[in-house]
Nanobody, 124 residues
């Protein structure tokens, strides 16, 4: 069982930055591929970024490439999402997710554990 708790969301103006954190419980964090997803009102949950268990492999949605950076600290059981140059269309609830395996995937149904989400609102 893996428990995930996100933090760091909030209200920011367009062009600003936020850093999301996801703290994970359990002793298998270093073996879990991790991902960030988001869901805007009235829309389906979508992939944002993912990172392999070692932190070497990273993947991004085209909409955030060059603006967002995913990273992890296995010693702290934490994964981060640094979000720069934020746009109003980035407004959503952001979710952290974990997989049982080390292999990265980018679809929601391939993740085994989910956090409760943190709200990010970008004003224009």
């Amino acid at each position: 069982q893996v428990l995930l708790v996100e933090s760091g969301g909030g209200l920011v103006q367009a062009g600003g930055s936020l850093r999301l954190s996801c703290a994970a419980s359990g002793r298998t964090f270093s073996s879990n591929a991790m991902g960030w997803f988001r869901q805007a009102p009235g829309k389906e949950r979508e992939f944002v970024a993912a990172i392999g268990s070692s932190g070497i492999s990273t993947y991004y949605a085209d909409s955030v490439k060059g603006r967002f950076t995913i990273s992890r600290d296995n010693a702290k059981n934490t994964v981060y999402l640094q979000m720069n140059s934020l746009k109003p269309e980035d407004t959503a609830v952001y979710y952290c997710a974990a997989r049982h395996t080390t292999v990265v995937r980018v679809t929601t149904n391939e993740y085994d554990y989910w956090g409760q989400g943190t709200q990010v609102t970008v004003s224009s």
